[in-house]
């Protein structure tokens, strides 16, 4: 009679009962399992393998024909009938099981849910630029984030001194650069306020070393004041000249998101518009223009009633691509549908000498707290706010890119070019953006 506790090795081939659990084996054996696992480990790691649960896994199955057994770890995924006298069996579930944990990471890059409670959030785009607890979103636009931002530039000067034994040309940049590590902790910067920083250094490495501190300071104040005055401001009165050269009377004019008021009523003032932007239609409906306001998903019902299409832009790319709100790449892209030509207004300060290929590349999410619905009118007003909570994850970009083929022309104020010769704009500008 075979000892109690220990399978019968059958005649004609390896035995194929259920491998006994831990308690069934005897403490020799116990013992002589634990002495293999050390050896096996030691082996391993002498020869320098890559992986040592392969070994162990190995020196965990005994011999065909010893009689003794293993017990295998928790959580492996093995049939419990399997054959043990197969050399391949072990290495197959240790495959079996790199694969799973493989596959696992692939999965953990689907939505987490439970915004609220995992911290995980939608993984995939933890690139983006997430929103910060004094980020409140206060100013909104290219232009006015870039002249905010050297307002406030403007002060930071007036307030330096320079310290001794130093000069306000090599020691204003030190000053400056926690101010824009800052501004690039509470929300992403954009391409028009890193041209201005960057004109602006190159202002402050200019300054003459000979010039009276103070006097140092106002010159650097002037210079961002004719920046803005010649690069955003009467960039953008030149830009609604040359719009109004493409809009004849009668005209039905589409627009998306909103431009700065002044721009928006002198350019469509003899025209019938539809606007998705609340502020735009608000100044439009004031002036007397007519205007009808369509929703997004609406605008396949009128596109085909439209003229010419005039939209904005965050900032424009080398290849021509447009970076804009959410939403420009679905009206560009249904306009060059029905062959209706699609104008990109853009100051050239908004240039960017780099290509991007899509909007998941580099993104910023929108604040939390955005109202999603206006009706109906008796629901109350929290209701109609999302916010993240355990089984929901709030996911709103606040830009797309546009490809420069479904772009007409890009109004600037040296000119109309089109898509494929945005990158004559240094040129055209002596290298100066």
Not at 13 to 40: F, I, S, V
């Amino acid at each position: 009679m075979p000892a109690p506790g220990l399978p019968v090795q059958p005649p004609n081939g390896p035995r194929t009962e259920t491998k006994p659990k831990q308690k069934e084996m005897t403490k020799a054996e116990r013992r002589e399992l634990q002495e293999r696992q050390r050896a096996a480990k030691q082996a391993a790691k002498a020869s320098g393998e890559a992986s040592g649960s392969s070994a162990k896994t190995a020196a965990k199955t005994a011999p065909q024909g010893s009689g003794s057994t293993s017990t295998p770890r928790r959580g492996t995924r093995q049939a419990e009938n399997a054959p043990r006298s197969a050399p391949a069996a072990p290495r197959a579930v240790v495959s079996a099981r790199t694969a799973g944990s493989v596959a696992g990471d692939s999965v953990a890059t689907a939505p987490t849910r439970g915004g609220g409670g995992g911290g995980g959030g939608l993984r995939i785009f933890s690139h983006f630029g997430l929103q910060k607890p004094f980020a409140q979103f206060k100013i909104t636009g290219a232009n006015a984030r870039c002249i905010a931002t050297l307002r406030a530039f403007q002060t930071v000067i007036q307030d330096y001194v320079t310290p001794p034994n130093n000069t306000l040309a090599r020691h204003l940049m030190t000053h400056i650069s926690p101010q824009i590590s800052h501004l690039v902790a509470a929300r992403p910067m954009s391409v028009t306020m890193g041209n201005a920083i960057r004109q602006l250094k190159l202002d402050i490495s200019g300054s003459d070393i000979d010039l009276p501190e103070q006097d140092a300071k106002n010159e650097l104040c002037l210079k961002i004041d004719n920046y803005i005055r010649d690069r955003i401001d009467a960039a953008g009165e030149v830009i609604v000249e040359k719009s109004v050269g493409k809009i004849k009377d009668g005209d039905v004019i589409l627009t998306y998101a909103s431009r700065r008021e002044g721009s928006s009523e002198s350019s469509f003032a003899k025209s019938q518009f539809l606007s998705a932007g609340k502020a735009t239609l608000r100044v439009l409906a004031e002036a007397g223009i007519p205007c009808t306001y369509v929703l997004l998903p609406s605008l396949g019902a009128i596109i085909t009633e439209v003229d010419t299409i005039f939209l904005g832009a965050h900032s424009i790319h080398a290849n021509g691509a447009v970076y804009s709100r959410a939403g420009t790449a679905l009206v560009a892209m249904l306009a060059k549908q029905h062959s209706v030509p699609v104008v990109v207004c853009c100051e050239t300060y908004k240039y960017s000498d780099g290509v991007q290929l899509d909007s998941f590349t580099k993104n910023e999410l929108a604040p939390l707290g955005e109202r999603f619905a206006n009706f109906p009118l008796t629901t109350p007003h929290d209701s109609l706010v999302l916010r993240n909570a355990p089984n929901l994850e709030v996911l709103n970009p606040l830009y797309d890119l546009t490809p420069p083929a479904n772009v007409t022309a890009v109004v600037t104020e040296v000119g109309i070019i089109p898509p494929d010769s945005i990158s004559a704009i240094p040129v055209a500008l002596g290298r100066l953006l």
